[in-house]
């Protein structure tokens, strides 16, 4: 219940200051990160389809944040949660599917060079 509440919030968590939305983040993917395989799956694909209404800079700030504490993971974890984002995003409708590959895209051009290098790394890419 708690994770569904934390879902109608995340569009606001987006939208905070860098720091406290990488606090934000980091107790959201912790309790996301416990939960069974197909829970979690569902809640990623629930977070994507909120971020869905957020306008593109914002929604690449979640992705920077995002992406920022997944690459400091050890690699099983941040392979991981590669895994679980992909999957979400092959289970949404392809409108929000396209603009979610797009954002994550966009995102990947904008990080730090080690960032960036991590994610592509587990990202298949």
């Known amino acids: ?56 800079k914002t929604y690449i700030g979640l992705c920077t944040t995002n992406m920022t504490i997944a690459s400091s993971l050890p690699d099983n974890q941040l392979s991981a949660f590669v895994s679980l984002r992909m999957r979400a995003n092959s289970e949404l409708p392809d409108d929000i599917k396209s603009r979610d590959m797009k954002m994550i895209q966009e995102t990947l051009n904008e990080l730090p060079a080690d960032v960036k290098q991590r994610m592509m790394k587990f990202m298949g890419n």
């Open 1 to 56: 219940i708690m994770i569904m509440i934390i879902m109608s919030e995340i569009l606001e968590i987006a939208k905070m200051d860098p720091e406290k939305r990488k606090d934000e983040m980091l107790k959201l993917l912790g309790e996301i990160l416990k939960q069974d395989d197909n829970t979690k799956v569902s809640t990623m694909k629930n977070l994507i389809m909120e971020m869905s209404r957020a306008d593109d």
